[in-house]
Nanobody
Framework: EVQLVESGGGLVQPGGSLRLSCAAS????????MSWVRQAPGKGLEWVSS???????SYAESAKGRFTISRDNAKSTLYLQLTSLKTEDSAMYYC?????RGQGTQVTVSS
């Protein structure tokens, strides 16, 4: 059974940083494309970033240069490093595999 458990969110000031984690179980992390998506209140789900089996990464325009996706296969954990955060980055962040998501972790950027 695939399980995804996100953590690391919180309240941060504009310009601040956070590192999100996603503990994965039930499959081998390195064998699948893993993604981060987010959903702000009243808005639809937005793709943020993906990491592929090869280790290649891709980012939404809004995330390029500020966010970094990575994984630790030994720990079966996916990460998303968030830097230079903006108020518009406030959202529930989810890690995703084949459309499945965890419960999410809330990121709030506010002064």
């Amino acid at each position: 059974e695939v399980q995804l458990v996100e953590s690391g969110g919180g309240l941060v000031q504009p310009g601040g940083s956070l590192r999100l984690s996603c503990a994965a179980s039930g499959f081998r992390l390195s064998d699948d494309v893993m993604s981060w998506v987010r959903q702000a209140p009243g808005k639809g789900l937005e793709w943020v970033s993906s990491i592929y089996r090869s280790g290649t990464t891709s980012y939404a325009e809004s995330a390029k240069g500020r966010f970094t996706i990575s994984r630790d296969n030994a720990k079966s954990t996916l990460y998303l490093q968030l830097t230079s955060l903006k108020t518009e980055d406030s959202a529930m962040y989810y890690c995703s595999k084949d459309g499945s998501r965890g419960q999410g972790t809330q990121v709030t950027v506010s002064s």
